[in-house]
Structures are given as structure tokens and as C-alpha cells.
């Protein structure tokens, strides 16, 4: 008997196939062995051996399916029932809403992906949002095409694209262009990429598709000599735009390693309006997700701008500028460089403030193994203040942070010991804390104890 399809030799197709195959398997396990097996159950095996139908008969070309696909955007004659409501165009993996309604898969999934619970054509509430193929319709236009000449993309490929329209992209490069031209033109486009880049996923990842994107969103940034040259407007909309693309995972080493990113995020934070400095504090938190992103950071100079903003004490700014630090500070040459800024001090003055307290505290404790940051602690009257958290605090983190800082204190400083033991005699604080508080402060404050007995033995025995 004839074979009426050949698998491809690509490793990507038939690792893909296997994939499929494997799926199958356990869903058809499923329906036989099952007596409760759901509806979805056959769905989802109907899916896979559509998959692994396309697959099987897929012989072209990467080439020729890129040719192909051209073809289909160009092939405006095709139904209108075989177009997706949302992108206009031929569906390639068409879906059922639970409100009745056939869409194209990625599509659909971004508009539910922004939290949306309504039908986009009939406006009516979802009962649930799983979407189920049309087996039909898909059939359908695989028979049209197949009589015009043209192949449909494989869905599994499509889905890669994240539901950005040929028009879509046009959009997107007009704006970045638009970047280049004069101030009305730059303030609009660089508005309206903050909101796309918010609002839309596939947006964000379009500029990790594109080597020239970002140094064109920074163009007007860039291009001026000094900041204060620089529209307030203008500045916000780019930062807070590579605010949002670093939320994209893909994009974090990209963004990062963009020459003038850094740069331009540490003069926002000096000189920007103050939503634009909380939001340069934000992308540099986000892009400190990553280690080497970690090391490039405070390699370039970024934590003595987010020390002084944090010193401003600026409430819109504090929780981002403090993130910012923390992340930062997980590496060790980054605390060494936190400390040489002046860290310590500007930290404790707002602990003692009583402003951020929880956030501080965090950083104050991962600094503590610094020599450095231990001796200013001490110097800067600090252990009164850390002794009245343990004692007063309701928050088990707060304690236990404050208790490691104090532990690292008695270790390196005997001077310190006095305040300690009258803290003991007075009010049972550390006792107290060796008993209820954390297993890290449980530890910590047994630690201080044993130094405490052990010294008063000493003193004793001589």
C-alpha cells in the first residue's frame, strides 16, 4: 500500500510527533480505561490526531511554508466564516468560546489573557473560558486552501507567533519610527508603546524580536546631551516602557545588556519626575532577576542612585526603590558596593523612623555579613533601636532579622555586650525570643545567651 505522507526529517518535527504520540497514548488509555472519562478527554485526543495528521502530510519547506504563508495574508477572498472576528484574517486554529462563537486561537487566548470574561462578538458572560477546537471549520478551510494552493501554517508554529497581526507589526514599527522624528510625534508614540507594552503581551516580546527595537525606543533619550533637555512626558513614557518589557522573562538579559539601558535608568532615577524615578527603580528591579543582570547593575553604578532616592524617603518610591536594593544585594560584590554608598546609615535612620520597617530590616540583616556594615551598625547606635523591634514587633520576620543583626553585633564587638545583658535582665527579650520565635531566631538568640553566660563566668571565675 501506497504512503500517502512522508514525516519529516527535522528533528523539531519529529520530536514534536513524538510528543503527540506519547499524549495520545495516555488519552486513549483514558477513554478505555475510564469509565468517568470526560468530553474534554476526546477533545484533546481528537487534537492530538489532527496534530499528528498535519504533521505526517507536512513535506514542504521551510521555505515554501513561508512563501505559503505570505499567500495567506494576501488571500483576501477567503469566506468571511473562515476569518476570526478579532484579527480579520484566515484562522489557522480555530476555537469555540463556551458563548458559541469560533475565533482563532491566539487571539481569543489574548484577549482572555487580559483578564476579559465576556465574549468578544456577543458580549456575553463566559461560563467558563476553555477553549475547544472546531474540528469542522478547521477541516473547512484546510479544503479551501488546499483548492487555491495555499498550505495553512501548522498551529503548533502559529501558536509561536503570540497573536500579532501583519498590521499589528506594521503599527509597532510605525511608532518606533515615529521615535526619530520631532517632539509631538515622539510624545505620541512613546505614549502609546507604554500602553501597548502594558496591555499586551505580544507587544513586549515584538521588541526581543528585533536587534534595532530598544536602541529606537531609547533614541529620544539618548540622543539628547543632557537630561534636562529631555520632555518629563517623553521621559516617563520610555522608561515605563522598559519597565514593561523587562517583565518579560525573554527579554530581561536582552534589555539588560542594551548599552544605554542602565545609563538612561540611573539618570531617570536622578533626574525624572518622581513616577518616572519609581519606575527606572522598578525596571532595575525587575532586570535584577537575574544574576549576571545583578553583577551588570552594580558594576554600572546603579545602587548610590537608589540609596539616595531611598534617603528622599519619597512614599510612591520606597517599595520599588527598596526591592530594587534587596535583589541587588543578594550577590556579595554588591553589598560591599551598597555599603561604600552610604546604605547603612541612610537604611537605619528610616528603621528608627519607622518607615519601612519590614523592607529595611531585610537588607540591614543581608548586609550584616559585611565587616564593614557590622562596624556602623554599631557606631550608629543602632542596637537599642533593634533590641525595642524584638521586644515590641508583632512580626515574627521582623524579630528574626533584627536577632541575626544583633548576633553578627556580639560576635564582632564586646562593647555592645552591656546593652545586651540589660536588655536580658530588664525585659527577658532574647529569652523570650530563644523560646517562641523562629527556628533561624531561636539560633540566633540562643548564640547571644551562651556569649552572655559565658562572660559573666569569666568574670566570675577571675
Not at 518622581?274 to 527606572?280: L, Y
Not at 528574626?400 to 555586650?417: G, P
Amino acid at each position: 500500500m501506497a504512503k500517502t505522507g512522508v514525516l519529516s526529517s527535522d528533528p523539531t518535527v519529529r520530536a514534536r510527533a513524538a510528543e503527540l504520540k506519547k499524549e495520545l497514548q495516555r488519552l486513549v488509555r483514558t477513554i478505555v480505561d475510564d469509565e468517568d472519562y470526560s468530553i474534554q478527554t476526546i477533545d484533546q485526543a481528537k487534537d492530538a490526531i489532527c496534530c499528528l495528521r498535519e504533521l505526517k502530510f507536512n513535506k514542504r519547506s521551510t521555505a515554501t511554508t513561508t512563501t505559503s504563508s505570505l499567500k495567506l495574508h494576501e488571500a483576501l477572498s477567503c469566506p468571511q466564516e473562515f476569518k476570526c472576528p478579532l484579527s480579520k484574517e484566515l484562522m489557522r486554529d480555530p476555537v469555540i468560546l463556551s458563548s458559541g462563537q469560533t475565533y482563532d486561537r491566539p487571539f481569543i487566548q489574548k484577549w482572555l489573557n487580559a483578564g476579559n470574561r465576556t465574549c468578544p462578538r456577543t458580549q456575553q458572560v463566559l461560563s467558563h473560558t476553555v477553549l475547544i477546537p472546531n474540528h469542522l471549520i478547521r477541516e473547512m478551510i484546510l479544503q479551501w486552501c488546499k483548492s487555491q494552493g495555499i498550505e495553512l501554517p501548522n498551529p503548533v508554529q502559529y501558536g509561536k507567533e503570540e497573536g500579532v497581526t501583519e498590521a499589528e507589526r506594521d503599527h509597532f514599527f510605525s511608532l518606533l519610527e515615529k521615535l526619530s522624528t520631532a517632539l509631538p510625534e515622539q510624545k505620541e508614540a512613546a505614549n502609546e508603546l507604554r500602553l501597548l507594552t502594558k496591555r499586551m503581551p505580544s507587544f513586549r516580546a515584538l521588541f526581543g524580536e528585533f536587534v534595532d527595537a530598544i536602541p529606537q525606543l531609547l533614541a529620544p533619550l539618548s540622543g539628547s546631551k543632557s537630561q534636562s533637555g529631555v520632555h518629563p512626558d517623553l521621559q516617563e513614557d520610555v522608561i515605563t516602557t522598559l519597565l514593561n518589557l523587562s517583565i518579560h522573562d525573554s527579554n530581561k538579559k536582552m534589555v539588560a545588556e542594551t548599552p544605554m539601558v542602565i545609563p538612561l535608568l540611573m539618570e531617570a532615577l536622578r533626574t525624572g519626575t518622581i513616577e518616572t524615578r519609581s519606575n527606572a527603580a522598578a525596571a532595575l528591579f525587575t532586570l535584577s532577576a537575574l544574576d549576571s543582570n545583578k553583577a551588570l547593575i552594580g558594576k554600572s553604578g546603579a545602587l548610590k542612585p537608589l540609596i539616595d532616592l531611598l534617603d528622599e524617603g519619597h512614599p510612591l518610591a520606597m517599595k520599588d526603590v527598596a526591592s530594587a536594593i534587596f535583589n541587588l544585594c543578594i550577590i556579595h560584590e554588591n553589598k560591599a558596593r551598597a555599603v561604600r554608598d552610604g546604605a547603612v546609615s541612610v537604611i537605619l535612620k528610616k528603621i528608627m523612623d519607622g518607615v519601612h520597617v519590614d523592607e529595611l530590616l531585610a537588607i540591614l540583616a543581608m548586609l550584616s555579613t559585611h565587616q564593614r556594615a557590622i562596624e556602623e551598625i554599631g557606631e550608629l547606635g543602632a542596637v537599642p533601636c533593634l533590641l525595642r523591634i524584638v521586644r515590641e514587633s508583632t512580626c515574627e520576620r521582623n524579630k528574626e532579622n533584627c536577632i541575626a543583626i544583633l548576633h553578627t553585633v556580639c560576635l564582632n564587638d564586646r562593647t555592645k555586650w552591656k546593652a545586651l545583658r540589660e536588655e536580658e535582665n530588664t525585659h527577658g527579650t532574647i529569652s523570650k525570643l530563644a523560646q517562641d520565635g523562629t527556628s533561624r531566631a531561636k539560633r540566633k538568640a540562643n548564640g547571644i545567651l551562651e556569649r552572655l553566660r559565658r562572660a559573666v563566668n569569666i568574670t566570675h571565675t577571675a
